[in-house]
Structure formats: structure tokens, C-alpha cells
């Protein structure tokens, strides 16, 4: 089956300090790979995605790169903000004749302290 | 515009009995996701809706979940007696349809079965 594991948190960092969340996918099939995140008090959001091998997802500095060799899709940041804190899921999909239903992984909470 | 709206936001009911939860997709999304989210873990699918029908329902626990979307745009997730292993909040998503990637998220249901 397909799954997804990622970093356990909590994480907890300073602000401007470099930020790496690991995840690794077993998938049954050529997947899509995301990565959501959940702000306090608000839903699940897109952040980026990458749909083959070696692309780059990018959005507001993060980055994620789709690591077919490793089944990797590891979420990096350079300069971390308070305003980052917030809870992040990597997911992967596989579309099956229209049916692309995500499968995520248990999260990672981070906390940017001033 | 507006996104997707899920109610009620929260859902306080005794064992045994059976709830109703609402997901309005955003207008034009042909498809829609249930998923069930317990507390500390990320999100699972629960069902996936293209148009009016179900075509994928194998994330349903067991047939006392069901769900509807009878016009291919707003859809109910029905519980009958419900179960205390049942207190999750439900997430509801909607995207354009195969091939669009991106799943937009309400804000979800907290249900909390007593």
C-alpha cells in the first residue's frame, strides 16, 4: 500500500534558523508529492507540490525536492519566521481514474521562537 | 471568492446516536474528498465523489458511515450510532477534477461522540 512518514515533532527553532522536515513515501505506483500546512485556527493549504521525479516545489521559501532514488520529498527552509509556525503534513496522491485521494503523513508541529 | 464550508464547526453527541455533517464545495468543483482526521495524526480518506456519485468509498470504516451528494454539489456525511472511536474532525476537500492537484479544505467538523 502507499504511505507516508515524516519527522516527528514537535520541532521548535529560532527565528532565521534553517529548517529541514524529513519525509519518505512507499507508494505502489508513480506518485504526486505535497506538502500542506495548517496554520493555528485555519485549514489545511496547499504549500507545494512536485508531480515527477526531480522537480522543485516552491512557495513563500520553502522548498521540496521529489527524490525518486531516495522516495524522498524533504521540506527545507533557509530563514525560518514566527509567522511559520504551524502544523505541516507531507502527502503523496495517485491518481486512479480520477481519483486523487491524498495520503498524508502524521504531521510535524513547528514552533519559531523570537 | 469563497472557499469550502463545512458545518456545523462542532458536534457534541451521545453514543448511539446519529449525526449529520454538511460540506458546501467551492462552486464549479466537480470532485470531492472526505477524510477523517484523529486527534495527533494526519488526515485519511474516507471517501471521493466525482459529480453525483460515489466512485471511490473504500476509506469508509464500516457501513455505519455513508455518504451523499445528490445534485454534485453539496454532500452529507451521515453516522448512524455512532461510537466514541468516532470523535475525529471531518475534513471535507474539493478541487476541479482529475488532473487539477490541488484539494482546497474547509475548515472541518469536530465531532466528539459522549
Known amino acids: 500500500g502507499n504511505s507516508v512518514t515524516q519527522m516527528e515533532g514537535p520541532v521548535t527553532l529560532s527565528e532565521e534558523a534553517f529548517l529541514t522536515i524529513n519525509c519518505t513515501y512507499t507508494?505502489?505506483?508513480?506518485?504526486?508529492l505535497f506538502w500542506y500546512v495548517q496554520y493555528p485556527g485555519e485549514g489545511l493549504q496547499l504549500l507545494l507540490k512536485?508531480?515527477?521525479?526531480?522537480d522543485k516545489g516552491s512557495n513563500k521559501g520553502f522548498e521540496a525536492t521529489y527524490r525518486k532514488e531516495t522516495t524522498s520529498f524533504h521540506l527545507e527552509k533557509g530563514s525560518v519566521q514566527v509567522s511559520d509556525s504551524a502544523v505541516y503534513f507531507c502527502?503523496?496522491?495517485?491518481?486512479?481514474?480520477?481519483?486523487?485521494?491524498?495520503?498524508f503523513g502524521t504531521g510535524t508541529r513547528l514552533t519559531i521562537i523570537p | 471568492g469563497a472557499g469550502v464550508s463545512q458545518t456545523p464547526s462542532n458536534k457534541v453527541t451521545e453514543k448511539g446516536k446519529y449525526v449529520e455533517l454538511r460540506c458546501d464545495p467551492i462552486?464549479?468543483?466537480?470532485?470531492l474528498y472526505w477524510y477523517r482526521q484523529s486527534l495527533g495524526q494526519g488526515p485519511e480518506f474516507l471517501i471521493y465523489?466525482?459529480?453525483?456519485?460515489?466512485?471511490?468509498d473504500s476509506g469508509l470504516p464500516n457501513d455505519r458511515f455513508f455518504a451523499v451528494r445528490p445534485e454534485g454539489s453539496v454532500s452529507t456525511l451521515k453516522i448512524q450510532r455512532t461510537e466514541r472511536g468516532d470523535s475525529a474532525v471531518y475534513l471535507c476537500?474539493?478541487?476541479?477534477?482529475?488532473?487539477?492537484?490541488?484539494?482546497?479544505f474547509g475548515p472541518g467538523t469536530r465531532l466528539t461522540v459522549t
Open positions: 476537500a474539493s478541487s476541479l477534477g482529475p488532473g487539477s492537484y490541488e484539494q482546497y
Open positions: 507508494a505502489t505506483g508513480y506518485p504526486s
Open positions: 512536485a508531480t515527477k521525479a526531480d
Open positions: 502527502a503523496l496522491m495517485i491518481s486512479n481514474f480520477g481519483n486523487e485521494k491524498l495520503t
Open positions: 462552486s464549479g468543483h466537480t470532485a
Open positions: 465523489f466525482q459529480g453525483t456519485g460515489a466512485a471511490d
